[in-house]
């Protein structure tokens, strides 16, 4: 009902006609306030309720009620719980003596997120439903009414209105007859009871669930509206894997004083649709997360277009600054492949199969920890500090050898070549190139991620057969053979020069030690080092005098073996990252919500001290003076995430956007604008192009 309060007259004089205009008001609002309606939601409310009963009702029995909701064009309601903001239904009910009335049953939500804040809305018509008890002493054909005081909520996406109003209806007691007909959508729109036991527990700062569901049942856009307040962090990423017929859901805890809900009640959203499930998980055993899955929509690309990406991204490999230093392991081969045809296609299959052997064993590896629930990406590898030190006693040997200290047979350097040496070459090349993610690739691995393991595995080896391909090439055709060098005395003196990168090479990979596993591992790493050459040169020595160089070499082994089991454990944790010209703040999912919140701009780039291609980026478009000062006048919130050790929450961010490895970047305009995911290969301009 609307009540519209009668016009008052100016004021000029006293009259009669003045008086009797303040008298009619004073009574319109105590009218007002006797019916139980506030002047405020006299007004027209932008979400008008509706209370509709869906038949008569038996003595003893309940009956369906309904309110219907209906928000105006752009506006929205909100679920009982409604997010970071915003207030469900409350209704204070008028009921005959014995009736009793249950709890709301609300349809399943839509998100919405704003600045930041995650909102779980209605912004179509909605019903919420509510059985009534009819009074057993009902007598038939008596009218029974229904009234109740409803408030609520009305938003948009820039301002909110509390709105309340009186609902009512009434019920027929008698024998019911038709329903009414709307009660049937009605209903199909509430989340189905699950019906199978839901376990919970808390892993860190993380809450995992387990749902029962059959792997037929198909997820297009899941998300889990969690009703228990206090227990997660709405607005971040959810992650959702597979594991036969269990769905592991994954949510970060709430940031602000968790709570322990006891029983964790929720909603799962199936599809866009609008499809859910309703749940009550207890705390209990939840397993290692499966396959998984992307809350966002899959990826539009079809896998032959996906491998095709992995294909150009592994050929690119091969220019890319990170993988310079295997070229050189590469160049005495590729010139050896023109001395006989059967010589050098047996070497390119052969390097060929170690390539893309080692990119399936990465991707393995990769996928296996991942389903276990292990929050690792592409390149995972060099966040070990073990890993790196073994890359660096590799390479000591390598620029020892190539240097002429010692003629041991370094896999691919043989004198003769080898398919065992074009092999070994091409496992080596693999897992040193591996971790840079160019061009192309970075869409290919990231869905890798995120896709069964069959199709996964198939990218995998693609992006390792792009990486072979000129060597592959050089060895089956003839015209490009004729090109290279003839075999002769030069390839000393090449072999000679070609210790200066891969010594290069060595000290990167120490100085990556101080980042990875702190600056006392570096020193005993350069100690170890020291002692392995000194055992390669006591080596080369007895050969060159015609002595057998077992006793030195296994020296050289034995203080190799002792590296590697030695300096994990001095590994230590380095602290932050010294600032560069750009002023930064280490990202966190909290520290993107605080910004976007702000309604302030937000640059957050991914890198990571091993990532040549991260660096090279870093010094030409974001550590430069004209990128700060223009961040500066736009206010730009920039937020660093440095992935050099494992971190899971950076993992995860990653994933969610569709990346397996860095660099990532991405721009969040001011106001809560829609993200943007830059190139991975920045010019001096592209950061400051966005803020103007």
């Avoid at 019920?171 to 509430?190: E, H, K, N, Q, T």
């Avoid at 000129?470 to 090109?483: D, E, G, H, Q, S």
């Amino acid at each position: 009902m609307t009540h519209t309060l009668p016009p008052i007259a100016p004021c000029r004089k006293r009259s009669r006609g003045t008086f009797a205009a303040l008298v009619s008001a004073i009574l319109a609002v105590i009218a007002l306030c006797y019916a139980g309606v506030t002047p405020a939601a006299a007004q027209t409310t932008h979400i008008v309720p509706e209370l509709v009963a869906e038949s008569a009702g038996q003595p003893g029995k309940t009956v369906t009620l309904a309110i219907v909701m209906r928000p105006e064009a752009g506006w929205h309601g909100y679920w009982l719980n409604p997010g970071d903001a915003g207030l469900g239904m409350t209704v204070d009910w008028g009921l005959p003596a014995g009736a009793r009335v249950g709890p709301l049953r609300y349809p399943v939500p839509d998100t919405l997120l704003i600045a930041g804040l995650m909102n779980h809305v209605f912004e179509h018509e909605y019903a919420l439903l509510v059985d009534v008890a009819v009074p057993a002493d009902a007598r038939p054909g008596a009218v029974l009414p229904v009234r109740g005081k409803a408030q609520w909520l009305a938003c948009t996406d820039k301002i909110c209105v509390p709105e309340s109003g009186v609902i009512a209806t009434q019920i027929a007691v008698g024998v019911p007859g038709s329903p009414d007909p709307r009660f049937a959508a009605w209903r199909a729109a509430l989340p189905a009871p699950l019906g199978s036991a839901v376990a919970y527990a808390f892993a860190g700062d993380r809450v995992r669930i387990a749902v029962p569901l059959p792997a037929t049942v198909a997820l297009d856009d899941p998300h889990l509206f969690v009703a228990s307040e206090r227990t997660v962090d709405y607005a971040s990423d959810q992650d959702f894997s597979r594991r036969g017929d269990m769905l592991i859901v994954e949510l970060p805890r709430a940031k602000f004083e968790p709570l322990d809900p006891g029983t964790l009640n929720a909603v799962l959203r199936l599809n866009r649709q609008g499809d859910g499930v309703e749940i009550a998980a207890t705390p209990g055993t939840v397993p290692p997360a499966g396959t998984p899955l992307r809350s966002a929509a899959p990826p539009q690309a079809g896998l032959g277009w996906l491998l095709l990406s992995a294909l150009l991204g592994g050929l690119l490999l091969n220019i890319m600054p990170c993988v310079f230093p295997i070229l050189s392991l590469k160049a005495l081969s590729l010139a050896r492949a023109g001395e006989s045809v059967v010589q050098a296609r047996a070497e390119g299959l052969a390097y060929t199969a170690g390539v893309v052997l080692a990119c399936l064993a990465l991707g393995v590896l990769l996928l296996a920890l991942r389903a276990a629930g292990t929050q690792v990406g592409w390149a995972f590898q060099l966040q070990e500090p073990a890993v790196v030190a073994g890359l660096l006693l590799l390479a000591v040997a390598i620029t020892a050898n190539l240097a002429g200290l010692f003629e041991f047979a370094v896999p691919g350097f043989a004198r003769e070549g080898s398919p065992q040496g074009a092999f070994a070459t091409g496992l080596l090349a693999a897992f040193v190139a591996t971790p840079c993610t160019g061009p192309f690739m970075a869409a290919a691995m990231g869905a890798a991620l995120l896709m069964p393991a069959m199709p996964a595995l198939a990218l995998f080896a693609a992006l390792g057969l792009g990486l072979a391909l000129p060597f592959l090439a050089l060895a089956f055709v003839p015209a490009m053979r004729r090109r290279l060098p003839r075999p002769g005395a030069w390839m000393g003196r090449f072999k000679l020069a070609l210790a200066v990168p891969m010594g290069l090479t060595a000290l990167a990979l120490l100085w990556l030690e101080s980042r990875v596993a702190g600056m006392r591992f570096a020193v005993l790493s350069l100690l170890f080092v020291g002692a392995v050459v000194l055992g390669l040169y006591l080596v080369g020595r007895g050969q060159r005098v015609g002595r057998s160089g077992a006793v030195p070499a296994l020296g050289t082994l034995a203080a190799a073996a002792m590296a590697l089991l030695v300096l994990p454990a001095t590994a230590t944790t380095p602290g932050a990252a010294a600032q560069g010209v750009l002023p930064s703040k280490p990202f966190s999912e909290a520290a993107l919500a605080e910004a976007r919140s702000a309604g302030k701009p937000v640059f957050a780039y991914f890198t990571a001290d091993w990532c040549l291609t991260c660096k090279v980026n870093e010094s030409a478009a974001i550590e430069r003076k004209d990128t700060r000062d223009a961040f500066a006048r736009a206010g730009v919130v920039v937020l660093r995430g440095d992935w050099t050790r494992r971190d899971p929450a950076i993992t995860r961010y990653l994933t969610e956007h569709g990346a397996a490895g860095v660099p990532l970047y991405m721009w969040y305009p001011a106001k809560g604008g829609a993200a943007q995911q830059l190139p991975q290969v920045l010019t001096p301009a592209t950061l400051a192009d966005l803020v103007r």
